[in-house]
């Protein structure tokens, strides 16, 4: 295997997935998987030139919200280490599995968690070595040829379940599955992760008809609203705000909240609107944690290093993380 | 000729009856394509979903991921063009068990280039884990639900409406991969689809009489593509193939065929009858299958091409031709 040198070991010793903690500690915990998550995109953006830094930054907080406290979901029933690809869906091949036994057991009263903006999925990756859902050893193999890590993740990636990186078509197929879940009877909610830039997207506004025409109040979305995009600054590429009011337009229950402040998601997140899909959007700053980065806004979407000089800082600033665990 | 009217509609709610997994998601085309019926008789398994056919296809898909079998009815067009991402990563990708069904293929609508399917066969048949059949007279229609039955992935179906021909012995149904036998010839083989057979039907019938003997095949089965009967058929005939389409002849039934008999090394010349490579426009079915050369006479010309002799074939001649339901093995005098 190619990425053996460098393998982080996930911050918190204790296991923490499958339950909600219920003492006084879980924020503290929260905050520290958060900045675990940030530390482990870190190192792997120092270690391959590269990475979606500047995603981990903006929505730590979000992903240390949903798995340390939002997602009822159980235990992980994946192999800690994933499987090698099993080959494309088909008729014939029996083998393929998707990557959603890393986020449990499918059950009616349980949670379901979807991945819209699979680009995020590094962050994903991170949050499951954090959590204790998945070794650090599947990390280590993001982007490496017949692994299932992959860099843009698809179904068969640990913590998703579709196919999703064709943006926008993730809140469709979770409305259809979150149709079909309420026709059987399931109460668990189905939580998606969105970006902003999917919101410049027709078919994302669809789904919202759809979701709000149908009542489909068991779809939660929470997005990353950090302004950023491939191009730039969303506001100067295509601007979406206000986008509180035009998701209220479309029937959305909608709550703003900072988006890296896991107190306030958390709290949002226990709203169950009244048949309305509950859409959280949580502002983000797209170098929170790293202040590095803000020298190269706004160009962020994929942070690849300039220099050595400019990697050398980077280093030093994930030997400052490691030394303030 | 013996017609049956509104096969698709009737056929579905008897056919859904004891299938609740069965829903239908309509475009804001509920009676256009025969599904008014099913809203009447299941009101709680027909969603109407307005114009969002992207959201339509990959919300088919999270259904389907969830056990049911969702069947999204429009018109061909608006699925495979407008929602062709979506058909590919929402459905075909994860080979969910969706069910595509298109109405008004090729050029069975007047509403011109925006309502006309003419590459839906073409662009669905590039996409891995696909099926796609495509009935041919009203029995087929009605059959086809049964025949896909079993396949544990999406299938696109190139459906008829309102007033279907019967052309086929209700007997004989039709069956996925097969290609229905209509003829037996030893001079050309011919292999035709959809709406064509019944044209091909008139042509091979005074063909025929005029010393032409034709092997015609009648092909509902677009993918896959394996029949045996189809290779052996195309490698037989004295002077040639033919195929007969309504629809592009680039990647439809004509690629097809080109494609089995290259690989399988048969040298013999085909002769593809489908739209030229190009749009056409809003107009009637007989208009616009006269002009791109779809129809009965076209076939008369590119077989006498084929055979090298005028055969003075007039239209009153293919007229005249009084098609029945057929017996696979009917004899040609049985016409």
């Known amino acids: ?325 | 000729m013996k017609t049956m009217s509104r096969v698709h509609a009737k056929k579905l709610v008897e056919w859904a009856k004891d299938k609740p997994e069965v829903l239908v998601l309509s475009a804001d085309l509920t009676s256009n394509t025969e599904v008014k019926l099913f809203r009447e008789a299941y009101p709680d398994r027909f969603l109407s979903m307005g114009m969002t056919e992207q959201n339509i296809v990959s919300f088919a898909g999270g259904l389907a991921r969830e056990g049911f079998v969702p069947f999204f009815h429009t018109f061909a067009i608006f699925i495979y063009r407008r929602a062709l991402d979506q058909i590919s990563m929402s459905v075909a990708y994860p080979n969910l068990k969706v069910r595509l069904v298109g109405f008004l293929p090729g050029i069975m609508t007047p509403g011109g280039a925006t309502h006309q399917a003419t590459d839906d066969i073409a662009i669905l048949r590039a996409l891995p884990n696909m099926t796609i059949v495509e009935p041919g007279d009203a029995n087929e229609v009605a059959q086809v639900l049964d025949s896909i039955e079993d396949i544990d992935g999406p299938v696109y179906i190139r459906q008829l409406r309102g007033e279907v021909p019967i052309l086929f012995d209700e007997n004989e149904p039709m069956r996925l991969g097969r290609a229905r036998p209509l003829r037996e010839g030893s001079d050309i083989t011919l292999f035709s689809s959809g709406i064509c057979t019944e044209e091909a039907m008139r042509a091979t019938a005074v063909l025929q009489k005029r010393g032409v003997s034709i092997n015609h095949l009648h092909v509902s089965t677009h993918k896959p593509f394996t029949d045996p009967a189809i290779l052996a058929a195309a490698g037989q005939p004295k002077y040639g193939v033919i195929t007969m389409e309504n629809h592009t002849i680039v990647g439809g039934l004509g690629s097809e065929v080109a494609e089995v008999m290259a690989e399988a090394g048969v040298g013999k010349k085909l002769v593809r009858i489908g739209l030229q490579d190009t749009y056409a426009h809003g107009a009637s079915r007989p208009y616009l299958m006269r002009t791109h050369g779809l129809d009965a006479m076209a076939l008369v010309q590119k077989a006498e091409k084929m055979v090298g002799e005028k055969l003075n074939i007039s239209e009153e001649d293919l007229q005249s031709v009084r098609l029945q339901a057929m017996h696979s093995d009917a004899k040609a005098e049985a016409l």
């Not at chain 1, 017949?146 to 990636?157: L, N, P, R, W, Y």
């Not at chain 1, 027709?202 to 789904?207: D, I, L, N």
């Not at chain 1, 949580?282 to 202040?291: H, K, L, N, R």
Request: one cysteine or more; glycine letters at 8%; charged letters at 20%.
């Open chain 1, 1 to 325: 295997m190619k990425h053996t040198i460098l393998i982080l070991q996930p911050r918190n010793s204790v296991t923490i997935q499958g339950e909600k903690m219920s003492n006084n500690n879980w924020l503290t915990e929260a905050k520290n998987v958060a900045q675990g998550i940030r530390r482990q995109v870190l190192a792997h953006t120092i270690k391959n030139n590269g990475g979606y830094l500047s995603q981990a930054c903006s929505s730590s907080e979000i992903w240390a919200s949903l798995y340390t406290r939002i997602l009822n979901i159980s235990a992980s029933e994946a192999p800690m280490i994933p499987a090698p690809f099993p080959g494309v869906p088909s008729a014939a091949n029996k083998n393929y599995f998707t990557g959603q036994a890393y986020n449990g057991r499918k059950s009616p009263d349980l949670d379901r968690f979807f991945l819209s903006p699979v680009q995020y999925a590094l962050v994903l990756y991170a949050t499951l070595v954090e959590v204790g859902r998945m070794s650090p050893e599947g990390l280590a193999q993001f982007n490496t040829d017949g692994s299932t890590v992959e860099m843009i993740g698809a179904e068969h990636s640990p913590g998703h379940e579709i196919t999703a990186g064709s943006l926008g078509q993730a809140l469709s197929q979770v409305a259809g599955i979150a149709f079909a879940r309420r026709k059987k009877g399931e109460n668990g909610r189905n939580w998606v992760f969105m970006s902003d830039g999917e919101f410049q997207i027709g078919q994302t506004w669809e789904a919202l008809e759809i979701l709000s025409f149908y009542k489909l109040n068991n779809v939660a979305v929470i997005v990353d609203v950090n302004g950023q995009q491939a191009d730039g600054a969303m506001k100067d590429v295509l601007n979406i705000e206000p986008l509180d009011e035009r998701l209220k337009a479309f029937g959305a229950h909608v709550i703003k909240v900072d988006g890296n402040n896991i107190e306030e998601i958390v709290a949002a997140s226990e709203v169950i609107p009244d048949g309305k899909p509950l859409v959280i959007l949580a502002y983000t700053s797209p170098y929170c944690g790293i202040d590095l980065l803000q020298s190269r806004f706004p160009t962020l979407h994929y942070v690849r290093f300039k220099s050595e000089e400019e990697r050398a800082q980077y280093t030093e600033l994930l030997t400052e993380l490691e030394a303030a665990l």
